[in-house]
């Protein structure tokens, strides 16, 4: 049976929802095709289909990434200012506990990086890196107002910031202290907005 082109995106992005789902949760030693195909309601045998190799799968998921850096570049503000004032919010909500398992399902770059450096996947580590790019390159902006220039280190501000962020976030969501992984949080949130100015 032939399927059109268009059933045949909408199960590949079902296959990506479902995995990404899988590793972040999971991580990418502990999922399986045929948990990835279960949980889309497919056969392990589509799977081939659409992708080559569970590595191949992980490292568009990677790609693909959902979270923080795809809610700075959503920012709609031109100045510095407003630019600031979106950054505040959207680090707010990042960084509440209250928001944290929903983060953990959506954000690749907070609930992957051990599993980027130990899956040995090389193009998973190059997508990785663009991502770390993209969100500094969004920071840069949000101190400047302008694009960054392509090719261009991002500033020590930016990459402070990026460490701050997604690293306060992993660690908070590792501990068994809610009230100094809250404090954690807002110390990583105040740290990155001071270094965003």
Known sequence: MRYSSEHKAKTRSRILEQAGLLFRRKGFNSVGIDEIMGAAKLTRGGFYGYFKSKAELFTEIVRDEAGLGRMMRRRKGISPKEL???????????????????????????????????????????????????????????????????GSTPSKEALAAVVLSVGGFSIARAMNDDKLSKALLDAARDKTLELLR
């Open 84 to 150: 600031h004032a979106e950054a505040a919010e959207t680090l707010t909500g990042y960084l509440d506990p209250k928001n944290a398992n929903v983060i953990s399902k959506q954000c690749t770059m907070a609930a992957l990086p051990s599993d980027v450096a130990r899956a040995g996947v090389k193009p998973a580590k190059d997508a990785y890196t663009d991502k770390i790019l993209e969100l500094a390159y969004e920071y840069d902006r949000t101190r400047t107002g302008g694009a960054p220039k392509p």
